[in-house]
């Protein structure tokens, strides 16, 4: 059965809102009369950021019988939510917790099988197997997806991993910053959303941040390690330089020359 996004929607950009300091970024940008937000189909956050982002959909990967034992009140705000909340387990502990939220059928387990496998897929096919070698072999695209997948560390990846699952084309990140003063104890944590990131961006999806996140070094401006004050001279790529290239990317596609038979 295909996994039906628990919005009902099928949103091709999504902005994601973490609780970094880069977070302010995004409610500033709602302060001009007409609101300066990248337009998305969707807006997602996280934990304690759903007491105060308006927000399309939630995820909190935490154990909620564990987050209901630090706080009742914090039980009480999550069980009182009115849009769809996404977590790693429910069972009858947490049914029990967050009847609220059970009885509304907003509360959902993420396809965390679902998306290893897509993410498996999707690696295989980019290096050159075809769909019909994978559907006779269903668990290597398992296990593919489990060691390329599997490096969920925090909830931002976790994010990122279930966008790419359902198509979305853009994502905006906010406050997910992870190196700053005082969260030392957050920077191994940083690899892992910069690992989601790439993985992204190799998939065709485009990423943006805030030009003041430390993610992805965006604070240090547009520079390559080696050239200190010389960066270097990129040479636009021409259409003959174009052609071998994209020959050599997808030998097995005709190129726009053969599609309109010229010579």
């Given at each position: 059965?295909?996994?039906?996004?628990?919005?009902?929607?099928q949103p091709?950009?999504v902005?994601?809102?973490?609780?970094?300091?880069?977070?302010r970024?995004?409610?500033?940008?709602?302060?001009?009369?007409?609101?300066?937000?990248?337009?998305?189909?969707?807006?997602?956050?996280?934990?304690?950021?759903?007491?105060t982002t308006?927000?399309?959909?939630g995820f909190?990967?935490?154990?909620?019988?564990?987050?209901?034992?630090?706080?009742?009140?914090?039980?009480?705000?999550?069980?009182?939510?009115?849009v769809?909340?996404?977590?790693?387990?429910?069972?009858?502990d947490?049914?029990?917790?967050?009847?609220?939220?059970?009885?509304?059928?907003?509360?959902?387990?993420f396809?965390?099988d679902?998306?290893?496998?897509?993410?498996?897929?999707?690696?295989?096919l980019?290096?050159?197997?075809t769909?019909?070698?994978?559907?006779?072999?269903?668990?290597?695209?398992?296990?593919?997806g489990?060691?390329?997948?599997?490096?969920?560390?925090n909830?931002?990846?976790?994010?990122?991993?279930?966008?790419?699952f359902?198509?979305?084309?853009?994502?905006?990140?906010?406050?997910?910053d992870?190196?700053?003063?005082?969260?030392?104890?957050?920077?191994?944590?940083?690899?892992?959303?910069e690992?989601?990131?790439g993985?992204?961006?190799a998939?065709?999806?485009?990423?943006?941040?805030p030009?003041?996140t430390?993610l992805?070094?965006?604070n240090?401006?547009?520079?390559?390690?080696?050239?200190?004050?010389?960066?270097?001279?990129?040479?636009?790529?021409?259409?003959?330089?174009?052609?071998a290239?994209?020959?050599?990317?997808?030998?097995?596609?005709?190129?726009?020359a053969?599609?309109?038979?010229?010579?």
């Open positions: 059965m295909a996994w039906k996004h628990p919005t009902g929607g091709e950009v902005n994601i809102v973490a609780l970094g300091p880069t977070n970024s995004y409610h500033a940008l709602h302060l001009d009369y007409t609101p300066l937000v990248p337009p998305a189909d969707e807006t997602w956050t996280l934990n304690k950021g759903l007491r308006l927000v399309d959909m909190i990967m935490d154990d909620l019988v564990g987050e209901a034992r630090k706080s009742d009140r914090y039980r009480h705000d999550i069980d009182n939510l009115e769809p909340i996404m977590t790693s387990i429910i069972d009858n947490v049914r029990k917790l967050y009847p609220k939220l059970i009885e509304a059928n907003l509360l959902g387990e396809p965390i679902e998306v290893l496998d897509w993410i498996g897929a999707r690696v295989l980019a290096g050159g197997h769909k019909a070698e994978l559907q006779l072999k269903p668990q290597m695209i398992s296990d593919v489990e060691k390329c997948g599997y490096y969920l560390h909830s931002i990846p976790f994010m990122i991993a279930y966008a790419l359902i198509g979305c084309r853009k994502i905006h990140l906010f406050g997910a992870y190196t700053y003063p005082g969260m030392v104890a957050r920077e191994d944590d940083r690899a892992n959303t690992y989601w990131c993985m992204a961006r998939f065709g999806v485009e990423v943006t941040t030009q003041d430390t992805l070094n965006m240090q401006g547009t520079r390559i390690y080696g050239y200190g004050a010389r960066p270097p001279i990129r040479n636009k790529l021409q259409p003959d330089g174009a052609r290239l994209l020959d050599r990317l997808v030998p097995s596609e005709p190129t726009i053969e599609v309109l038979g010229d010579e």
